[in-house]
């Protein structure tokens, strides 16, 4: 392998790497507070992009205003799904809430089959994002950069939101325990509904790059790119935001020189992003940044 | 000795007055076909094309042996698992007569023994894999076969395109794909005599949407031409970003390729994209093809595509295959289908051979302008 092709390997790794991240911080979010894998998380992340077609092939709204209501509307119904699917079983065991998380998935990509019906739509292409851009041998588009600087920008504002705010307090006090953080005077209930309206609100907005990347949109395409940014969430300790955006990284930078080096192996990509879950589930369980265990009782 | 013979009578009375009467049980109200095709997932467009072609020929013809003929849709949802599901529905709830599907050979492969352990025929539109037929008594199809398809071209890229060198690029996941990629390299190196003349074979699956390290693979081994055979969705997004890393080989590929969505989801990226398959409108071959663009435009307001050419000839074909048999019983209409000859399809004169595979000839289309425009008709030897 010549220094050009790893040159541009690294690049096409950034590219793909930072857009798992993107979708990894929304997904590790609601788990950090909650406690709660939400399943639902990838087809939150299709329905957006449905939004932003509609707004600009329907509605005729110039991009920018389409997508800025993508994620205000993606926010409301991320607090609409956990009112309705999870907060009724706040009480119940985990598993229950688990399973209602799975049941919404499926709900909304077959509902997003009957609505949206099943032959891909064409995400709206504006010539900025897909601007070839040269340097040196390497070949990459703009959202080669937008999307990195995006997903960094994005860590920065969580981070304040979550550490230095005060609603980021009550949503680290109901991390640890909600009845306890209730007897404090904390509204346990707004500040999970904050949690969810963020976690869509980051869900459309790795739709939106997704969209733009990749052109094509259909009602299954939740499924692995869900899948994919669990895997990275866990990899990089499942409820650290920015564990999960350096497992973002690695799971994209992992499979593309895995092709790079073994273009044979191609087909087995995705094998090799499970078996890396496996592994990491088996000898280090808690992930790279991820801290111990606590169990809420 | 009399009351023998009349008892023999008796009998005879009986049984002859019981096969009368399981036949008069038995007597159809109706001709009942199954269809099974992808309407959702990743081969929706293909099912929803091949379709408006059966429920257009439906229209055209609705009785056959003077019983009014239903349709019966399952979505095998491009899914393997559930296209057996569809299959083994239709045969066991429904109690279709004959079936007709499916758009992808991994589909119809895995629907292929539930129809013939039930001993009732099915007529693909359009897998176009050997193995859909191969074994199968009770599969047959409208369409041609990928060794043909793959030697069309390797034969189109060596001689008209001039082409010494050849990368490949496989959905690894679909039957369909792994035996076109097998079908153009075995005829490619054959043709150009050089062993060596594959530079470069990799793989993806089918809903990946970033091919940008098996891209990066094949731009540096400098290719000729890239063959990519996969579904439109895939393929589109795949030959953008091989544009977008500078590679400027033309991209051939097979009839799956033929979608509106591969037009608009590749937009200028797929601008010069060579690709067979079974049908133009622009080449009608026998009578029944201008009858067929005639209806298809009178209903749809546009030139028809290939799948819902090949729905319409096996819908056809099965009438064919009844009215031929003369009675509504699975197993007389498979025989009578097992016997096609030089009908007159609107995608060509379909003869079945005796693996019940249609030998016709393909076309080569282009796209240009957002259209696909026929450069090349090829017959087969």
């Excluded at chain 1, 994005?154 to 705010?165: E, F, H, Q, S």
Aim: proline residues 4%; charged residues 15%; hydrophobic residues 50%.
């Amino acid at each position: 392998m010549t220094l050009e092709i790893f040159m541009q390997n690294i690049a096409n790794g950034i590219t793909l790497g930072s857009l798992y991240a993107l979708l990894a911080i929304g997904y590790t979010m609601v788990y950090g507070i909650l406690r709660l894998i939400n399943f639902a998380h990838g087809e939150i992340f299709m329905v957006s992009t449905y939004f932003a077609f509609y707004g600009i092939a329907i509605f005729a709204l110039p991009w920018q205003v389409s997508f800025v209501l993508t994620i205000i509307l993606t926010a409301v119904m991320g607090v609409i799904i956990e009112r309705a699917a999870y907060r009724p079983l706040r009480n119940a065991p985990r598993i229950s809430a688990l399973i209602s998380a799975i049941g919404v998935s499926f709900l909304m990509s077959n509902l997003g089959l009957v609505i949206f019906g099943g032959r891909p739509k064409t995400f709206f292409r504006p010539q900025f994002f897909q601007i070839p851009i040269q340097l040196g041998s390497v070949r990459v588009v703009a959202l080669f950069f937008i999307i990195p600087v995006l997903t960094v920008v994005l860590l920065a504002i969580l981070n304040y939101i979550v550490y230095k705010t005060k609603i980021g307090l009550a949503m680290r006090a109901a991390q640890w325990d909600f009845d306890v953080a209730r007897l404090m005077g904390v509204e346990v209930d707004r500040a999970i509904s904050v949690t969810f309206a963020i976690g869509s609100a980051l869900a459309a907005i790795g739709g939106i790059m997704w969209g733009l990347r990749f052109v094509e949109i259909n009602p299954n395409m939740g499924l692995f790119p869900g899948l994919k940014c669990f895997i990275a969430a866990v990899f990089g300790g499942i409820g650290n935001i920015a564990g999960a955006v350096l497992g973002g990284f690695l799971l994209g930078f992992g499979e593309i020189m895995l092709v790079a080096f073994l273009p044979g192996l191609a087909g087995y990509r995705d094998a090799f992003a499970f078996i890396l879950l496996i592994l990491m589930l088996l000898f280090r369980p808690t992930g790279l940044l991820g801290e111990k265990q606590r169990v809420r009782t | 000795m009399m009351s023998h013979r009349r008892l023999i009578a008796c009998l005879v009375l009986l049984c002859v007055a019981s096969i009368i009467g399981v036949a008069a049980a038995e007597t159809p109200t109706e001709v009942r076909i199954g269809v099974y095709e992808p309407m959702t997932g990743a081969m929706a467009a293909g099912g929803q094309m091949t379709w408006e072609g059966i429920e257009l020929a439906q229209k055209h013809r609705p009785t056959v042996l003077g019983l009014p003929v239903r349709l019966i849709l399952v979505d095998n949802r491009s899914d393997k698992v559930e296209a057996a599901t569809a299959v083994t529905r239709l045969v066991q709830r429904d109690k279709v007569h004959a079936i007709i599907g499916s758009y992808g050979s991994a589909l119809s492969m895995s629907g292929g023994p539930i129809a013939q352990e039930a001993k009732v025929p099915v007529m693909g539109c359009s897998p176009t894999n050997p193995l859909v037929t191969l074994g199968n008594d009770y599969y047959f199809r409208a369409c041609f076969i990928d060794p043909f398809q793959g030697r069309v071209m390797a034969q189109f890229a060596f001689e008209k395109l001039g082409a010494k060198k050849a990368a490949i690029i496989q959905d690894v996941a679909q039957d369909y794909a792994v035996g076109l990629a097998n079908f153009f390299k075995e005829a490619f190196i054959e043709l150009t005599g050089d062993p060596e003349a594959i530079v470069a074979n990799t793989y993806y699956q089918t809903g990946d949407r970033d091919f940008t390290a098996q891209l990066t693979h094949i731009a540096s081994t400098n290719p000729d031409v890239v063959f990519a055979p996969g579904y439109y969705a895939d393929s589109a997004v795949l030959i953008s970003q091989a544009r977008s890393l500078g590679i400027d080989a033309p991209f051939l590929g097979g009839d799956t390729f033929e979608a509106p969505e591969f037009i608009e989801i590749g937009g200028k990226n797929v601008e010069g994209v060579y690709f067979s398959t079974h049908y133009s409108a622009d080449a009608p071959i026998t009578p029944a093809s201008e009858e067929f663009v005639a209806l298809y435009k009178a209903e749809f307001g546009k030139a028809p595509n290939t799948f819902a050419a090949l729905g319409y000839d096996c819908y056809m074909l099965v009438l064919d295959a009844i009215e031929r048999a003369g009675v509504v019983d699975p197993v007389a209409i498979r025989d009578a289908m097992a016997e096609t000859k030089e009908f007159m399809g609107a995608t060509g004169i379909i003869t079945l051979d005796e693996n019940g595979d249609a030998t016709k000839s393909a076309v080569v289309l282009q796209v240009q302008d957002g259209e696909f425009k026929l450069v090349d008709v090829v017959h087969p030897r």
